[in-house]
Protein backbone atom coordinates (compact mmCIF):
# COMPACT_ATOMS: atom_id res chain seq x y z
CA UNK A 1 0.00 0.00 0.00
CA UNK A 2 2.68 2.52 0.56
CA UNK A 3 4.08 2.60 -3.01
CA UNK A 4 0.46 3.47 -3.61
CA UNK A 5 0.58 5.96 -1.15
CA UNK A 6 3.93 7.45 -2.73
CA UNK A 7 2.02 7.98 -5.72
CA UNK A 8 -0.79 9.64 -4.58
CA UNK A 9 1.05 12.36 -2.36
CA UNK A 10 3.38 13.33 -5.46
CA UNK A 11 0.55 13.78 -7.74
CA UNK A 12 -0.21 17.88 -7.71
CA UNK A 13 -3.51 19.01 -6.54
CA UNK A 14 -3.54 20.75 -9.73
CA UNK A 15 -3.63 17.49 -11.64
CA UNK A 16 -6.89 16.27 -9.59
CA UNK A 17 -8.26 19.67 -8.91
CA UNK A 18 -10.78 19.39 -12.07
CA UNK A 19 -11.57 16.69 -11.48
CA UNK A 20 -12.87 17.68 -8.05
CA UNK A 21 -14.55 20.57 -9.85
CA UNK A 22 -16.28 18.48 -12.64
CA UNK A 23 -17.89 16.25 -9.86
CA UNK A 24 -19.53 19.11 -7.67
CA UNK A 25 -20.38 20.91 -10.89
CA UNK A 26 -22.44 18.26 -12.31
CA UNK A 27 -24.33 17.93 -9.57
CA UNK A 28 -25.65 21.23 -9.16
CA UNK A 29 -22.74 22.30 -7.01
CA UNK A 30 -20.81 25.45 -7.50
CA UNK A 31 -16.97 26.03 -7.58
CA UNK A 32 -17.32 28.01 -5.00
CA UNK A 33 -18.50 25.75 -2.15
CA UNK A 34 -16.01 23.61 -3.17
CA UNK A 35 -13.19 26.08 -2.48
CA UNK A 36 -15.25 26.27 0.78
CA UNK A 37 -15.08 23.32 1.65
CA UNK A 38 -11.15 22.98 0.62
CA UNK A 39 -11.02 26.29 2.90
CA UNK A 40 -12.55 24.90 5.62
CA UNK A 41 -10.33 21.32 5.93
CA UNK A 42 -6.98 23.19 5.10
CA UNK A 43 -7.05 27.04 6.48
CA UNK A 44 -6.08 27.84 2.64
CA UNK A 45 -7.03 31.18 1.28
CA UNK A 46 -9.06 32.04 -1.72
CA UNK A 47 -5.78 33.23 -3.14
CA UNK A 48 -3.57 30.79 -1.35
CA UNK A 49 -5.81 27.85 -2.91
CA UNK A 50 -4.98 29.34 -6.08
CA UNK A 51 -1.49 29.46 -5.59
CA UNK A 52 -1.12 25.84 -5.04
CA UNK A 53 -3.45 24.92 -8.16
CA UNK A 54 -0.77 27.89 -10.02
CA UNK A 55 2.36 26.11 -8.59
CA UNK A 56 0.90 22.35 -9.01
CA UNK A 57 2.12 21.64 -5.66
CA UNK A 58 2.01 18.07 -4.83
CA UNK A 59 -0.50 16.61 -2.31
CA UNK A 60 2.39 15.96 0.29
CA UNK A 61 3.02 19.92 0.44
CA UNK A 62 -0.28 20.91 0.13
CA UNK A 63 -0.99 19.14 3.08
CA UNK A 64 1.94 20.12 4.78
CA UNK A 65 1.74 23.23 4.14
CA UNK A 66 -1.68 23.91 4.84
CA UNK A 67 -2.42 27.21 6.98
CA UNK A 68 -4.82 25.70 9.87
CA UNK A 69 -5.59 21.69 9.24
CA UNK A 70 -8.96 21.85 10.36
CA UNK A 71 -9.11 20.80 13.90
CA UNK A 72 -13.10 19.21 13.34
CA UNK A 73 -11.21 17.48 10.21
CA UNK A 74 -11.89 14.09 12.88
CA UNK A 75 -15.55 14.05 12.72
CA UNK A 76 -15.16 13.54 9.27
CA UNK A 77 -16.74 9.89 8.87
CA UNK A 78 -17.56 6.93 6.58
CA UNK A 79 -16.50 5.17 3.48
CA UNK A 80 -14.21 6.42 0.69
CA UNK A 81 -12.73 4.68 -2.13
CA UNK A 82 -13.54 1.34 0.53
CA UNK A 83 -11.74 2.87 3.10
CA UNK A 84 -13.40 4.26 6.34
CA UNK A 85 -11.55 7.26 7.00
CA UNK A 86 -11.48 7.64 10.50
CA UNK A 87 -9.64 3.94 10.42
CA UNK A 88 -6.61 5.30 7.91
CA UNK A 89 -3.57 4.74 9.69
CA UNK A 90 -1.07 6.88 7.37
CA UNK A 91 -1.71 10.65 8.66
CA UNK A 92 -1.02 12.43 5.30
CA UNK A 93 -3.43 9.83 3.17
CA UNK A 94 -6.19 10.56 5.98
CA UNK A 95 -5.90 14.19 5.20
CA UNK A 96 -6.47 13.14 1.29
CA UNK A 97 -9.43 11.17 1.99
CA UNK A 98 -11.06 13.38 4.62
CA UNK A 99 -11.01 15.67 1.76
CA UNK A 100 -12.59 13.48 -0.79
CA UNK A 101 -14.82 12.49 1.57
CA UNK A 102 -16.52 16.52 1.87
CA UNK A 103 -15.91 17.18 -1.99
CA UNK A 104 -18.15 13.48 -2.27
CA UNK A 105 -20.57 14.85 0.17
CA UNK A 106 -20.86 18.68 -1.36
CA UNK A 107 -21.23 16.17 -4.64
CA UNK A 108 -23.79 14.28 -3.02
CA UNK A 109 -26.22 17.11 -2.01
CA UNK A 110 -25.12 17.02 1.18
CA UNK A 111 -26.03 20.70 3.25
CA UNK A 112 -23.06 22.72 3.81
CA UNK A 113 -23.42 23.18 7.27
CA UNK A 114 -23.48 19.37 7.56
CA UNK A 115 -20.13 19.10 5.82
CA UNK A 116 -17.97 21.61 7.45
CA UNK A 117 -18.29 19.65 10.77
CA UNK A 118 -18.81 21.46 14.57
CA UNK A 119 -18.13 19.93 17.78
CA UNK A 120 -21.51 18.84 19.41
Not at 83 to 92: A, F, H, Q, S, W
Amino acid sequence: MSKNNERVFAMSFASVYPHYVTKVESKGRSKDELHEVIRWLTGYTQKGLEKVIEKKTNFRDFFEKAPKFNPNAHLIKGVICGYRVEEIEDPLMQKIRYLDKIIDELAKGKKMEKILRKPE
